[in-house]
């Protein structure tokens, strides 16, 4: 059973798809991005460490588990579904819902380098 999310890249969309937990805990809907919106990636040693802002709505489980948005007073929000001590894939986005994707996937690294092109 798939606990996490996973990425798919064309050359113009990416799009992200929760499990049936994520999108019950969270409130999170499957995304879909145009590529050109995507201004960088990266990843985070740790998901959870690296989120920052209110949760509103998702769930949070201290030191554990974070799911659903998280809104920051300056620089827009951050989807997330991401566990404690694990790297995360945190991809900037312009001109979206979000500023943030931030995200526990399957080698974090070999998506980061598609997205950005190295």
Known sequence: ????????ISPSTLSVSFSLGERVAGLLRDQHVPTSAVTGAEV??????????????????????????WRRRHGGSTLASVRAGR????????????????????????????????
Do not use: F, K
């Open 44 to 69: 985070v040693p740790d998901g959870l460490a690296a989120l920052r802002g209110l949760r509103a709505p998702g769930l949070g489980l201290p030191g554990v588990r974070g799911i659903g948005t």
């Open 87 to 118: 790297p995360a894939l945190r991809v900037t986005l312009r001109g979206q819902r979000w500023a943030e994707l931030l995200l526990d996937v399957d080698r974090p690294e070999q998506v980061a380098a598609r997205l950005t092109g190295r």
């Open 1 to 8: 059973m798939r606990r996490m999310p996973t990425v798919s």
